[in-house]
């Protein structure tokens, strides 16, 4: 079973707040993701790492940032939350090569009130 | 544009029917293909993926799925379902260096 760790799982904050969502994995996989997932619909990727110091925006344009200063921590940040920013927030990671699957972490729910 | 379509958003079968989800994909390059299952409340897993030889790859549980490149499908399937499939499944092609997803179907199983 992969071990890769999302902290928290759920969230509830207010608007404006400062929200750092957690992502490690100890596989020392390079490759890192974060997606997006609202109910019912795909899973849409805003950042991924290829490395220590890599970032690259996905897909979906998104507010939040994110850092890779070590390869198992992959935080997202987000400086003001706002309620457009609630949903599920899902970390990934995944070893070379295409034919390798990502890996999941059980996500976080966030809400913004 | 790089795009994966599941035909059904919802499927609803009982104990012991087959199971056919359908997957459509569009990529220009080396297609490496994955099924995800997310049981509810839990991560999501790999059920199973293709990368190159026999089309017909299977996978954990009983699944499988056949590639066939003419119809640029990637069909999921299962003879006989249980209750515990209830799940949602995605299907996803691996693009330029990231993981292309469809909007996943949800399967509900009735005892």
């Known amino acids: 079973e992969a071990d890769i760790y999302q902290t928290p799982r759920y969230l509830v904050i207010g608007t404006g707040k400062k929200i750092t969502l957690e992502c490690s994995q100890t596989m ?42 070590r390869t198992e921590h992959f935080p997202l ?17 995944k070893a070379g090569g295409n034919y390798q699957p990502q890996h999941f972490g059980d996500g976080t729910r966030l809400s913004i009130l | 544009a790089q795009s994966v ?35 509810p409340g839990q991560h999501l897993q ?31 399937r299962k003879p006989s379902v249980q209750w515990s499939d209830t799940a949602e499944y995605f299907c996803a092609v691996m693009g330029y260096n990231k993981l292309i997803f469809g909007a996943g179907t949800r399967l509900a199983v009735h005892p």
């Not at chain 2, 190159?52 to 999921?76: H, M, Q, R, T, W």
């Open chain 2, 5 to 39: 379509s599941q035909h059904n958003h919802h499927v609803i079968l009982s104990e012991a029917a087959s199971l056919e989800l359908g997957c459509n994909y569009s990529y220009g390059g080396t297609v490496n293909l994955f099924w995800y299952v997310q049981y």
């Open chain 2, 46 to 76: 790999l059920l199973l993926k293709y990368f190159s030889g026999d089309p017909l790859v299977k996978g954990i549980k009983g699944f499988e799925a056949e590639f066939i490149k003419s119809k640029f499908s990637f069909n999921l």
């Open chain 1, 77 to 93: 940040t987000l400086e003001s939350a706002r309620p457009s920013h609630t949903s599920q927030y899902l970390c990934a990671s």
């Open chain 1, 28 to 69: 020392g996989h390079d490759k890192m993701y974060w997606y997006q997932q609202d109910p019912g619909m795909e899973l849409h990727l805003i950042h991924y790492s290829y490395g220590v110091n890599s970032t690259e925006k996905g897909d979906l344009s998104s507010e939040s940032t994110v850092s890779r200063i």
